[in-house]
C-alpha cells in the first residue's frame, strides 16, 4: 500500500529514471509558460527586486528601516484603491472616479468626528459611514453601467467631476477640517510593540501553512494528485520569510518603532479580497463575465447584478484608501483625493499584472504594483530626483507593463490557451 507521501509527491521515492523525467517535465513546463507567455508575477517580481538593489546604492537612506516603515505606510491607501480597481478590470471595465470618491471617504469621516459640529460620531462609526456612503456610490454608478447601459468610462468620468466638485464646494467653505479622533489617526500612524509584530508573523505564516494543508489534504480525500509539492513548501516558506523579515526590520526602526498598524490591515484586506475572488462563487462569476459576458449570461449569470457588486466593492475599497490617507495627514484639505492617486491606482493594478481586458488577474497585483510605484516614488524622492522624473519613470513602468500583458495574451492567443 503507497504512503500518502508516494502519491501527493511526484518524484519521491520514485526510480532515478523516472524522478529524471519529472525534472524534465518541470524544465518543458518552465519553458512552454515562457513560450506562450503565461509568465505570471515573475517579472515584476524581478523587477521590484532590481529597483531596490539600483536605490540601495543610489540613495543613502533608503535601505533604512525608517525608510522601510515609511514606504509602508505611503503604499498603504494606495493598495486599497487599487484592490478594488482589480475586480473592475476583471470585469473589462474602468472606475475613474475611485480618487475623488477617496476624497469623499476623507471628507466624510473628517465631518462626522469633528467634535462640536452637532454630528460628533465615534471614529468607528465615522469610518463605517464613510465607507457605507463610497459603497453606496460605487452601486449607484454600476447600476447605470449594468442597468441603462452607459459605458463606466462616461458614468465615472462623470462621478469624478462631481465628487471633484462636491469636495471642493464643501471645504472652499470649511477650510481644512483637523481629524482629532486618535481611533481614525491610529489607522496611519500606530505601529505595533516588537513582540505583538512577532504574533501577528506568526499567526499569519500558521495561517496560511494551515490553509495550504487544508488544500492539500482536500485533494488527497478527492483522489487528485499533488503536483510539485516543493512548489508548496517553498510558498510557506517564503511567506515565513517575508512575514519575520517585515516585522524584523519594522522593529528595528527608531522613530516611529515596530509593525505598523497600516500594513497589517494591507494584509488583512489582501486574503479577505482574494478569498472572495478565487473560493466564492461570486469570484468565480466575476472572472466568467470578465471573461465572455455573454456566454456568462447564457449560463445563467446574473451579468448586471455582478457589475453593480463589483462597483460597490471598488466604491467601498475608496472609501477604507481614503480614510487612510486622510489618517496619515490628520487633516483634510482642497487636495484630497486628487493629484496622481487615481492614476497610481490603476497603474498598480495593471503594473501588478492585471490586464484591461478583462478576465485576467488576482487581488495579488495590486499589493505588487503598489510596492513598485510607492518604492519608485521614494526612492526618486530620497535620491533628490524631481517630481517630472517620478512622472516619467512610473509613465515608462506602466508602458512596459501593458506592453508585456498585450504580448502574452497574443502568444496565448498563438498557442490556443
Known amino acids: 500500500m503507497s504512503s ?18 519529472e525534472q524534465v517535465g518541470v524544465w518543458r513546463r518552465t519553458y512552454d509558460n515562457l513560450r506562450t507567455g503565461n509568465l505570471g508575477i515573475l517579472p515584476i517580481v524581478i523587477g521590484l527586486a532590481v529597483i531596490v538593489v539600483f536605490f540601495s546604492f543610489k540613495a543613502t537612506n533608503f535601505f533604512t528601516a525608517d525608510n522601510f516603515n515609511n514606504i509602508i505606510v505611503q503604499m498603504a491607501g494606495l493598495t486599497m484603491l487599487a484592490f478594488g480597481v482589480v475586480f473592475v478590470l476583471l470585469l473589462g471595465e474602468i472606475d475613474l472616479s475611485i480618487g475623488y470618491l477617496s476624497g469623499i471617504a476623507a471628507l466624510a469621516v473628517a465631518e ?35 442597468k441603462v447601459g452607459v459605458p463606466s468610462f462616461v458614468v465615472t468620468l462623470a462621478g469624478l467631476l462631481i465628487w471633484q466638485g462636491v469636495i471642493l464646494q464643501v471645504l472652499e467653505i470649511k477650510g481644512v477640517i483637523v481629524i482629532q479622533d486618535k481611533r481614525i489617526n491610529d489607522l496611519a500612524n500606530y505601529y505595533f510593540a516588537a513582540n ?28 487528485v494528485a499533488i503536483r510539485r509539492p516543493l512548489l508548496l513548501v517553498a510558498k510557506v516558506m517564503g511567506i515565513a520569510v517575508a512575514c519575520f523579515g517585515t516585522v524584523a526590520v ?41 471573461g465572455n459576458a455573454e456566454a456568462a449570461r447564457r449560463a445563467g449569470i446574473n451579468v448586471a447584478r455582478i457589475r453593480i457588486t463589483v462597483f460597490m466593492i471598488s466604491g467601498a475599497m475608496s472609501g477604507v484608501g481614503g480614510v487612510i490617507l486622510a489618517a496619515r495627514l490628520n487633516s483634510v484639505d482642497l487636495n484630497v483625493g486628487g493629484g496622481t492617486l487615481l492614476l497610481d491606482a490603476i497603474s498598480a493594478a495593471v503594473i501588478g499584472g492585471t490586464s484591461l481586458f478583462g478576465g485576467r488577474g488576482e487581488v495579488r497585483s495590486a499589493l505588487i504594483g503598489a510596492l513598485v510605484i510607492a518604492t519608485v516614488s521614494n526612492g526618486l524622492n530620497t535620491a533628490g530626483y524631481k517630481t517630472g522624473t517620478i512622472y516619467v519613470v512610473t509613465g515608462i513602468i ?6 508585456l500583458d498585450t504580448i502574452a495574451r497574443r502568444l496565448q492567443a498563438r498557442s490556443g490557451r
Request: hydrophobic fraction near 50%.
Open 250 to 290: 519594522s522593529n528595528h526602526a527608531s522613530v516611529p518603532n515596530g509593525l505598523p498598524l497600516a500594513g497589517v490591515l494591507v494584509v488583512i484586506f489582501l486574503v479577505g479580497l482574494t478569498f472572495l475572488a478565487k473560493r466564492t462563487p461570486f469570484g468565480r462569476h466575476v472572472y466568467a463575465v470578465g
Open 112 to 146: 462626522f468626528q469633528l467634535p462640536g459640529s452637532g454630528h460628533a460620531y465615534p471614529g468607528l462609526v465615522a469610518i463605517a459611514i464613510a465607507v457605507g456612503l463610497c459603497a453606496f456610490i460605487g452601486g449607484v454608478q454600476g447600476s447605470v453601467v449594468a
Open 196 to 223: 505583538r509584530g512577532w504574533i501577528i508573523a506568526v499567526v499569519v505564516t500558521g495561517l496560511y501553512a494551515f490553509g495550504t494543508l487544508g488544500g492539500v489534504i482536500g485533494k488527497r480525500r478527492a483522489g
Open 398 to 403: 506602466l508602458l512596459l507593463a501593458v506592453t
Open 4 to 21: 500518502d507521501l508516494d502519491v501527493a509527491a511526484p518524484g519521491i521515492g520514485l526510480p532515478e529514471g523516472e524522478v529524471a523525467e
